[in-house]
Structures are given as C-alpha cells and as structure tokens.
C-alpha cells in the first residue's frame, strides 16, 4: 500500500520560512517523480514545483519561483519543499503528490492528505 506523509505544515508571519517534507513508503521512491501541489479555501488545487526521479530536473509555478526550492532524498524515501517568504497568499493545503510523469498537470498516480500552511500578515 502507498503512502505519502506530508509534515511541516504550520503557521507563520509573512516573511518566514517553512520546510514541508513528504515521506513515502510502499513504492519504489526513485522511480517516480515527486511534486507539491496546494489548494487554498474556494479556489482550485494548484501546481507548486515538481523534481524529476533523480532530483536534476526541477520545475516551479511563476508565483513561488525564487522563493520555494523543491529537493528530495531517494536514500530517505523523501521530497522536501523549502518555503522561504512567504505570503499570505501562499495559505493553503499543501499536498505531496507521486507519478511517472515529470509534468505540472495533476496526473500523479499517488497523493498524501495534505498538510495546512497558514501565513500571517
């Protein structure tokens, strides 16, 4: 059985920092590119950042490139995401996601339920 852990998640003054990680078991972890998406009250889930099954490859939404790095560890089953300024509108679930495709779309094959990130003005 996959499963996707995401933690990390909390509440923060604008201008602060969080790391989110997401640790996954029950799949062959370097087999599969990683991605965060979130989904903030009433809007649509969005593409955050995705890296490729090796970690070279790395991909970001406009609004949090230069901000955000994603970065994950094979050896430890785990993707990170470094959140550095933020916003508040970058509140929202955020969710860890697993697929074959090193794509922004939504088609992952595997997600974790999501972790909140709350930031204050």
């Known amino acids: 059985q996959v499963q996707l852990v995401e933690s990390g998640g909390g509440l923060v003054q604008a201008g602060g920092s969080l790391r989110l990680s997401c640790a996954g078991s029950?799949?062959?972890?370097?087999?599969?590119?990683m991605a965060w998406f979130r989904q903030a009250p009433g809007k649509e889930r969005e593409f955050v950042a995705t890296?490729?099954?090796?970690?070279?490859?790395?991909y970001y939404a406009d609004s949090v490139k230069d901000r955000f790095t994603i970065s994950r560890d094979n050896a430890k089953n785990t993707v990170y995401l470094q959140m550095n300024n933020l916003k508040p509108e970058d509140t929202a679930v955020y969710y860890c996601?697993?697929?074959?495709?090193?794509?922004?779309?939504?088609?992952?094959?595997?997600w974790g339920q999501g972790t909140q990130v709350t930031v204050s003005s």
């Open positions: 996601a697993g697929g074959r495709r090193y794509t922004s779309s939504g088609d992952y094959d595997y």
């Open positions: 029950g799949l062959t972890f370097s087999s599969y590119s």
């Open positions: 890296i490729s099954r090796s970690g070279i490859n790395t």
